[in-house]
């Protein structure tokens, strides 16, 4: 059983949701570049997963207002809480093991 993750701050919520995304879309690009590897070897490499998910959130956080106007979203960087979504991208991680 899984229990719900509960994300108190909007800006933090709309953070996640696009950083879910952009991770996946890297970790789709990267496993076909690097289709031989096994992704539950890199999924378990913290020497490759910390920089993976730290790319993936310096992406979003420079890109942020774009990203939230693009969409109709307003979003304020300054009250994301980082470590709050680098724990749930680790989580969210888990959706790629094979």
């Known amino acids: 059983m899984s229990k719900e993750t509960v994300i ?3 800006s933090t919520e709309l953070f996640y949701d696009l950083a879910c995304r952009s991770f996946s879309a890297s ?3 990267f496993m076909e570049v ?3 590897g096994d992704a539950n070897n890199y999924l378990d490499d913290p020497d490759f997963m910390s920089p993976f998910i730290i790319h993936v959130i310096d992406h979003i ?3 942020f207002e774009r990203f939230t106007t693009q969409e109709g979203n307003c979003g304020d960087i300054h009250e994301v809480n980082f470590e709050q979504v680098a724990a749930l991208l680790v989580g ?3 959706h790629f093991r094979k």
């Open 34 to 36: 690097n289709g031989d």
């Open 27 to 29: 970790w789709n690009m």
């Open 61 to 63: 956080q420079n890109n």
């Open 8 to 10: 108190e701050n909007k």
């Open 92 to 94: 969210h991680s888990e």
